[in-house]
T-cell receptor, first 115, second 117 residues
Framework: KAGVTQTPRYLIKTRGQQVTLSCSPI?????VSWYQQTPGQGLQFLFE???????NKGNFPGRFSGRQFSNSRSEMNVSTLELGDSALYLC??????????????FGEGSWLTVV | AQKVTQAQTEISVVEKEDVTLDCVYE???????LFWYKQPPSGELVFLIR??????QNEISGRYSWNFQKSTSSFNFTITASQVVDSAVYFC??????????????FGSGTRLQVQP
């Protein structure tokens, strides 16, 4: 079956702009989470959505937001972009939320460069 | 709070060598899950294995094997007869249920493996 799909794969934005990233989870998966990966900070959890509700949130400023649609697809938005937001943004899906044993499957990520 | 330590930042081996990637975790919970992921240059984290805290059996999958030892809080990963295609960053992760009822997934900092031909 198809894996986690993220779009766009690569994008370049200017400081101050905003960006929206999209994620389609594996069919049947209802939980979607987002991670930011940078060379200096590693993999950092942004937030998790389940049934269109944010269930968990990492330690990121309010410029980072997300949402989930009724078909489990998710988007994340970063407003007022800063140079430090340049990163690989990874979306991941799992069957359910709150089940630590559920395997989380990742997409290929969206490479964001802020100039 | 939970923590995952991958002390090896980068490892370089020559093809056909065996290599072991170390993972040490910290948690006070008795129920937890451990994962290994592989991240090739393309960026996607590829799931390799999941192990729960009650199953200490080692596992072998082709050239890959995992050694889980609760006594030392370690979940090490060995690649036998490494190949160039094994070159990637490997992440160890710990998953458990917090008191809030939320799942907490903690990643190690990753080990970059370079396999030279």
């Amino acid at each position: 079956k198809a894996g986690v799909t993220q779009t766009p794969r690569y994008l370049i934005k200017t400081r101050g702009q905003q960006v929206t990233l999209s994620c389609s989870p594996i069919s049947g998966h209802r939980s979607v989470s987002w991670y930011q990966q940078t060379p200096g900070q590693g993999l950092q959890f942004l937030f998790e959505y389940f049934s269109e509700t944010q269930r968990n949130k990492g330690n990121f400023p309010g410029r980072f937001s997300g949402r989930q649609f009724s078909n489990s697809r998710s988007e994340m938005n970063v407003s007022t972009l800063e140079l430090g937001d340049s990163a690989l943004y990874l979306c991941a899906s799992s069957l359910d939320q709150g089940m630590p044993g559920n395997t989380i499957y990742f997409g290929e990520g969206s490479w964001l460069t802020v100039v | 709070a939970q923590k995952v330590t991958q002390a090896q930042t980068e490892i370089s081996v020559v093809e056909k060598e065996d290599v072991t990637l170390d993972c040490v975790y910290e948690t006070r919970d008795t129920t937890y899950y451990l994962f290994w992921y592989k991240q090739p240059p393309s960026g996607e984290l590829v799931f390799l294995i999941r192990r729960n805290s009650f199953d200490e059996q080692n596992e072998i999958s082709g050239r890959y094997s995992w050694n889980f030892q609760k006594s030392t809080s370690s979940f090490n990963f060995t690649i036998t007869a490494s190949q160039v295609v094994d070159s990637a960053v490997y992440f160890c992760a710990l998953s458990l249920l917090e008191d809030t009822g939320r799942r907490a997934l903690t990643f190690g900092s990753g080990t970059r493996l370079q396999v030279q031909p």
